[in-house]
């Protein structure tokens, strides 16, 4: 086959990863857990027997530095290629704090090994290679509730995502509040290895996350809502007081931010099982059941510029 197209979802981390143990294999210091979102998806074709190298990002040349990190991937991938054509459209925005690269990558991936004909590989070893596209990929190659542990080899073969609770297993909600679209200050690979170097909370934040992987795991498995949310609401913050403590300083929040925890956390003093977590970026993501999705929307709309509401999502996969 010389060409194929593969589809995915991006992931929201409940318990978030920030931060590397290896640079070059993208191995992470932290395991994470994260669920993949329908309603948002990347789909993204690759053909080989082209005359030159052409990314495209929704149907236009992409901006040169993705186009750089796609075909530097597509190298590592694929040494002593020849040039290749990648379409990859999102039907959401790129590079805003919504898991864009993500999706990319895993979609990327997946056509990539479809499209050069060579033997097909596990998931979890699509997994391994996703995740030095980007370290959040890893967990888009399957749907539902995903681990990602961070493993000890140093060659990062048993760091990849692994299934926990298919899409079907929880019918929960994640309302997504766009407090500020746009790319973000700082990227998630500089910002990590900023935090790394210079803040004095890296090391307890590294220590203090392996717990709460295995807490939220179990929480997940007995589908117990305020406990999840409470250990999610715990990696979040810990995450950004990390950010805050980095020199310079890695602030993403931005008034809206704010005032979406806040109303997060009225919501609940007044009887509603709702609860926030955030990215590398201003936007605010809660964790609810169906049935409060309206309520949690309401009340993000003064302080945003859209919401989307996001459920559980099923693995990439290869289109026809
Ligand atoms: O996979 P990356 O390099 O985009 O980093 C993702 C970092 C966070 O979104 C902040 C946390 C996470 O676990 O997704």
Redesign the pocket.
């Known amino acids: 086959m010389s060409q194929a197209t593969a589809t995915a979802h991006p992931?929201?981390?409940l318990i978030?990863?920030?931060g590397k143990r290896d640079l070059r294999l993208n191995l992470p210091a932290v395991s994470?857990l994260?669920l993949t979102l329908a309603g948002f998806s990347t789909r993204t074709q690759v053909r080989w027997s082209v005359p030159a190298d052409e990314v495209l990002l929704d149907e236009r040349p992409a901006p040169e530095r993705f186009a750089r990190r796609a075909l530097s991937f597509v190298d590592r991938m694929t040494p002593d290629r020849p040039p290749v054509s990648i379409h990859t459209h999102n039907d959401f925005p790129t590079g805003a704090g919504l898991?864009s690269?993500?999706s990319g990558f895993a979609a990327l991936t997946l056509a990539l090994r479809a499209a050069s004909g060579a033997p097909q590989l596990d998931r979890r070893a699509l997994s391994v290679l996703a995740r030095q596209g980007?370290?959040?990929?890893c967990r888009s190659l399957w749907g539902g509730f995903v681990r990602w542990n961070r493993g000890k080899r140093p060659d990062g073969r048993d760091s990849h995502g692994l299934p926990i609770a298919a899409a079907d297993h929880w019918d929960v909600r994640m309302v997504v509040g766009v407090v500020r679209s746009g790319p973000k200050s700082i990227g998630?690979?500089d910002g990590?290895e900023a935090s790394r170097r210079t803040s004095p909370f890296y090391q307890a934040w590294v220590e203090h996350n392996e717990p709460l992987v295995d807490a939220a795991e179990a929480s997940v498995l007995r589908r117990d809502l305020p406990a999840l949310g409470e250990l999610m609401e715990q990696s979040t913050l810990a995450?950004h007081a990390v950010m805050h403590s980095t020199r310079p300083p890695i602030i993403y929040w931005r008034p809206g931010t704010l005032a979406c925890l806040h109303a997060v956390r009225e919501l609940r003093a007044s009887g509603t099982g709702v609860w926030a977590t955030m990215?590398?970026g201003p936007n605010v993501k809660a964790l609810c059941l169906p049935a409060d999705a309206d309520r949690v929307q309401a009340a993000f709309a003064p302080h945003v510029e859209r919401c989307h509401v996001l459920g559980p999502g099923g693995p990439a996969r290869l289109l026809p």
């Open positions: 992931n929201i981390a978030k990863y920030w994470s994260s898991a690269s993500a980007s370290g959040s990929a998630s690979t990590m995450m990215d590398a």
